[in-house]
């Protein structure tokens, strides 16, 4: 099957995979398109001109609230998101190396967490806070409310990593003399960086573009998805996609960097 | 710092005596208590919350505490309330079936087909970078595209195949199922990429040297052995659409509605208790398919 002449079958899938990256790729093209809009387009092709007018207009507040606060607001609670779902993956993933009692249950407490809707953690959290006399806010009932979508992912990541991971090098490297730091920070660490930083993707990512979980929990200051959400169903100017072109750039950059840093590690570690 | 220094001490019982160590239990607890305290706080406390909440009363300003089921026969005593969860069940039974047969194809395609590593990583990432952007602006997205004035309309019109714009592309049935198929494929696509990249290259051959023919290789080996991957992309499929009403709401233009759309706007009305009831019911409704789909497959033994 493998050295032969590709068959047709392969052919045939060639084009399916094809169609199916234009499906992905082909909406978010039309939008970044139609984000170039000249001063007197609309909303649908064809295009009246070419100008940067609405993405100028992202910047006057009067056009679309306040952009620039949400953004500083959705970007500082992803790396917050981010930071806790590293550690706390990490720490998690280590537990359940070993047998503890409470272990099963702690894990589809967290496979619950990926499998209960959105909406329903946003109304409990909204609830919860009101009922204790909280006022709720993006850096502190949102924070919570991404956290139960970002670990679950982090905690599998850190799970299947492990379950990969022989000990066969911390028993290396304690034969050689190395402390139990030493053995965690030299040997342990770097083998599961890649994957550490993978973990850091998702949650900044899922927090990022969080909408559901933060409805109920963002407190008085919106976060960049909800702003944007609020923009669907008032804006009625090509301004709507200039933010969405400025916002997926944003998130490539995020994800391009982070992948740089992955493929760059790899190689460092292949070369040692 | 402290527990993790002491991590690693585990193994082969070969714990030294030179220092003070922790017992190893004591050292698992501490590592999960951080994620036990988050999800306590911000996921069983909250769902304990709503369904106590579920029994309270309340008016257009404020809750009383209080046992009542009106809630509950409020919610199941209307048959609006019994359409939408046939709406929204509907709605997972079509993206389950289309996104499971694009996935599986796609993760067929990128695990069998082609033959170097990179190759396969790079194509990978091709598929799960959309799903690292914003769902709100990939929904939009589609706006112009399917929109009356659109491209898929403009073209048609223009190429004299349709004389009047198609209406039913946009704000309907079929966008919300486009678009949700559209945001949700990639949880299907991955998980059965990962066990289809488990199974083991001679079992295809031998299969091969057996006589079996492409088709019966893929219906009575490749299937069979890929049905863990598709068991946990339904869950993660299903749970999604499930719980979705910002599609439902963008794309069907308010005239469908789901159950979490429902909560929504009763949320949105201040009627807390009467929101919560649908969450317990909604909550409900999902664990048992969950569970249900857990019976068949064992995540842990899949990670």
Redesign the interface.
């Known amino acids: ?2 050295r032969e002449k590709r ?1 047709r ?2 052919y045939l ?2 084009i ?2 094809a169609v ?2 234009l ?6 093209s ?2 970044l398109i ?1 984000s170039f809009q000249g001063p007197n387009g609309g ?3 064809p295009l009246n001109g070419v100008s940067l007018r609405w993405f100028a207009n992202l910047f006057e507040t009067q056009a679309v609230g306040d952009f620039g606060g949400s953004f500083r607001r959705s970007a500082m609670l992803g790396i917050m998101v981010m930071l ?1 779902t590293v ?3 990490l ?2 993933g ?5 047998k ?1 009692i ?2 099963t249950a ?2 589809y ?13 946003s ?6 806070f009101s ?1 204790l006399g909280l006022q709720p806010a993006w850096y502190s009932s949102a924070f ?2 991404h ?2 979508w970002t ?1 679950p992912f982090g ?2 990541i850190m ?2 990593v492990f ?1 990969r991971f022989s ?1 066969a090098y ?2 290396a490297a ?1 034969d050689l003399g190395a ?3 030493q ?2 920070s030299n040997v ?1 660490l770097p083998m599961i960086a890649p994957s550490l930083i993978g973990v850091g ?1 998702f949650g900044f ?1 899922l927090s ?2 969080e ?2 979980r933060t ?2 929990t963002a407190g008085s200051f919106n976060t960049l ?1 909800l702003e ?2 609020g923009m ?1 169903t008032n804006v009625t100017t090509p301004v ?2 200039a933010l ?1 072109t400025v ?2 750039i944003f ?2 950059l995020v ?1 391009a960097g982070t ?1 740089g840093l992955i493929v760059h590690l790899n190689r460092r570690r292949q070369r040692s | 710092m402290a527990t993790m220094a002491q991590t690693d001490t585990e193994n082969a019982g070969r714990v030294r005596r030179q220092s003070f160590r922790l017992p190893l239990a004591v050292i698992s607890y501490l590592q999960a208590i951080p994620l036990t305290l988050i999800l306590g706080f911000f996921l069983l406390l909250p769902i304990i919350m709503i369904a106590v909440v579920s029994f309270w009363d309340y008016d257009f300003a404020q809750m009383y505490p209080d046992f009542l089921t009106m809630n509950y026969a409020e919610t199941l005593g209307s048959w609006v309330t019994w359409k939408t969860y046939l709406n929204t069940l509907k709605y997972a039974v079509l993206v389950w079936a289309i996104t499971l047969v694009i996935g599986f194809w796609v993760a067929y395609f990128l695990a069998f087909h082609i033959r170097t590593t990179s190759m396969q990583m790079v194509l990978f990432l091709i598929c799960t970078v959309p799903f690292l952007t914003s769902n709100i602006i990939r929904m939009i997205s589609w706006i112009p595209v399917l929109g009356r004035n659109g491209l898929i309309n403009s073209a048609l019109v223009n190429s004299g195949v349709i004389s009047e714009p198609v209406e039913w592309l946009l704000y309907s049935d079929f966008a919300v199922v486009l678009a949700m198929v559209h945001l949700y494929t990639l949880f299907m696509v991955t998980p059965i990429f990962n066990t289809l990249m488990r199974i083991d290259k001679s079992l295809v051959e031998a299969a091969r040297d057996a006589g079996a023919s492409s088709w019966q290789v893929l219906s009575n080996v490749i299937i069979p052995l890929a049905k863990p991957g598709m068991a946990i992309g339904t869950i993660f499929v299903v749970t999604l659409v499930m719980a979705d009403f910002s599609t439902v709401q963008v794309m069907s233009g308010g005239q469908s509605a789901s159950v979490a759309l429902m909560m929504k706007n009763q949320m949105s009305l201040l009627q807390y208790p009467a929101a919560a009831a649908n969450a317990v019911v909604l909550l409900v409704l999902v664990l048992l398919m969950v569970a249900g789909i857990l019976r068949i497959v064992d995540i842990r033994k899949e990670l």
Not at chain 1, 94 to 98: G, P, T, W
Request: charged share 5%.
């Open positions: 099957m493998y068959s079958e392969f899938l060639a399916f995979f199916f990256v499906f992905l790729y082909g909406p978010l039309a939008i139609l909303l649908t092709f806790v550690v706390v993956s720490l998690a280590l537990a359940f190396r070993r503890f409470g272990a702690l894990f407490l967290a496979v619950a967490s990926l499998v209960v809707p959105s909406i329903i953690v109304l409990g959290i909204g609830v919860l009922q919570g409310a956290l139960t670990l905690v599998l799970f299947a379950n000990p911390e028993e304690r402390s139990s730091w053995t965690f342990v993707l990512t990022y573009d909408f559901a409805l109920m998805p944007i959400y669907t709507l996609y969405g916002t997926t998130s490539f994800i992948l």
